[in-house]
């Protein structure tokens, strides 16, 4: 399976920087391309906490239920992502789908190859969608840790 996956973002990460200069792919390294990461920001300025209404508790509720899949997912694959330490910056379509994923490992993760992470969250990305629309495309920049471990408590 990591084969198919490191064959799918291999073609898509050599091939398409040269077609487009100024095009971010669906999955990209944070830093690598900032004029372009820039006109994404303001493509994509509302706030994963304005879609949810300014709630920070559900704003909370749906990057970890997101997060949650997307460990769920990794599982799935038998794609090891325990230890994973890295930014994330999420950017969604209006229908909660997601258009692009920009990723940073931080220096404190253990070291995964790169290619094989960009293609497990490319495949990810394709098969998720946020349980919230809204009539402007929206993001979300945050860290993110693997195993997660914080779990919703009912008052």
Same mark, same amino acid.
């Given at each position: 399976?990591?084969? @198919?996956?490191?064959?799918?973002?291999?073609?898509?990460?050599?091939?398409? %920087?040269?077609?487009?200069? =100024?095009?971010?792919?669906? /999955?990209? /390294?944070?830093?690598?391309?900032?004029?372009?990461?820039?006109?994404?920001?303001?493509?994509?300025?509302?706030?994963?906490?304005? @879609? #949810?209404?300014? +709630?920070?508790?559900?704003?909370?509720?749906?990057?970890? +239920?997101?997060?949650?899949?997307?460990? +769920?997912?990794?599982?799935?694959?038998?794609?090891?992502?325990?230890?994973?330490?890295?930014?994330?910056? /999420?950017?969604?379509?209006?229908?909660?789908?997601?258009?692009?994923?920009?990723?940073?490992? !931080?220096? +404190? #993760? !253990?070291?995964? =190859?790169?290619?094989?992470?960009?293609?497990?969250?490319?495949?990810? #990305?394709? !098969?998720?969608?946020? %349980? @919230? #629309?809204?009539? !402007?495309?929206?993001?979300?920049?945050?860290?993110?840790?693997? %195993?997660?471990?914080?779990?919703? /408590?009912?008052?």
């Amino acid at each position: 399976m990591k084969l @198919v996956l490191t064959l799918i973002l291999g073609t898509t990460f050599f091939v398409s %920087p040269l077609l487009a200069q =100024d095009d971010v792919q669906a /999955v990209f /390294v944070l830093g690598d391309n900032e004029k372009a990461y820039e006109m994404l920001n303001q493509e994509y300025s509302q706030t994963l906490l304005e @879609v #949810s209404g300014f +709630d920070t508790q559900k704003a909370f509720e749906y990057w970890m +239920d997101m997060m949650k899949q997307m460990e +769920d997912y990794a599982k799935k694959l038998r794609f090891d992502i325990k230890g994973i330490k890295l930014w994330l910056h /999420v950017f969604w379509n209006e229908d909660g789908t997601i258009s692009h994923i920009g990723y940073m490992l !931080r220096p +404190d #993760s !253990r070291n995964i =190859d790169n290619l094989e992470l960009a293609a497990f969250l490319k495949t990810f #990305s394709g !098969r998720y969608k946020l %349980p @919230v #629309s809204s009539t !402007r495309k929206f993001s979300h920049y945050t860290g993110a840790n693997f %195993p997660i471990y914080s779990e919703k /408590v009912d008052n």
